[in-house]
């Protein structure tokens, strides 16, 4: 007698449950194998990008900040040589303003000279010049004149040579207004030979006393400052007694 086969057996629904919860614990455990992967991937990724820019940003920081940095290098050092060379125009200037300066070793007695010559060279009669050369002679030598010029003649010892001098009653006008003894300035050119030898002597409010000096544009002084105050000394004394 030949067996009939039996029908196959349905799965129970719990065998089916069972069968699902492990189908899903697979997917999940290959689902977050996959999450992880691809989180490593991102991190990783985002890590190497992270250091690309960083090098990249200290590599253009090095690139912009080395050149700036020699350009404010550079300036400073460009800078300090200004100042350094002005300072060395600044100093030459004083050394070839003091070069001018005549010491003096009598202010009492030079004062009391230099008030008596001023005073008679600002209220002397008005002299004419002797023809176009001597207008423009004053007018090169002896600025704010206002035609009161004194020419005499004075001897150092070795026989009389001509002398020319004035005050700038110009410059003074404003200070004798207002009652006061600055501005005060006398020029003096003496004439030896072909040779004009321009000096001064002018008020200085800061010591309130006269100080002797040559003319700025002095570049070779024909005596030296010992003799140089001797001859204005004489001059002075002279122009005191004979500008009238």
């Given at each position: 007698m030949t067996e009939t086969p039996e029908d196959p057996q349905k799965p129970t629904l719990m065998e089916r449950g069972q069968k699902a919860m492990e189908t899903a614990d697979r997917a999940a455990t290959v689902a977050e194998s996959a999450n992880n992967a691809?989180?490593?991937?991102?991190w990783t990724a985002i890590a190497i990008?992270?250091?690309?820019?960083?090098?990249?940003?200290?590599?253009?920081?090095?690139?912009?900040?080395?050149?700036?940095?020699?350009?404010g290098d550079a300036a400073g050092a460009v800078t300090e040589s200004v100042k350094s060379g002005a300072g060395k125009i600044k100093d030459s200037s004083a050394e070839m303003m003091n070069r001018l300066d005549i010491p003096t070793t009598n202010a009492a007695t030079l004062n009391q000279a230099a008030d008596a010559a001023f005073e008679a060279l600002s209220t002397m009669a008005v002299t004419e010049p002797e023809g176009v050369k001597d207008r423009l002679y004053r007018r090169t030598n002896f600025g704010g004149h206002e035609g009161r010029v004194c020419k005499l003649e004075v001897d150092f010892g070795a026989g009389p040579i001509p002398v020319t001098l004035a005050a700038d009653n110009e410059a003074y006008a404003t200070a004798k207004a207002l009652g006061s003894k600055d501005d005060r300035l006398i020029r003096m050119i003496l004439t030896a030979g072909d040779d004009d030898i321009p000096l001064r002597t002018e008020w200085n409010p800061e010591t309130q006393s006269w100080i002797m000096r040559w003319k700025a544009t002095t570049l070779k002084k024909e005596m030296s400052d010992t003799i140089a105050e001797q001859r204005i000394m004489d001059v002075l004394g002279a122009a005191g007694d004979n500008c009238k």
């Open positions: 691809f989180s490593a991937i991102k990008v992270t250091l690309t820019f960083v090098g990249g940003g200290y590599g253009i920081y090095k690139a912009v900040s080395a050149p700036a940095k020699a350009v």
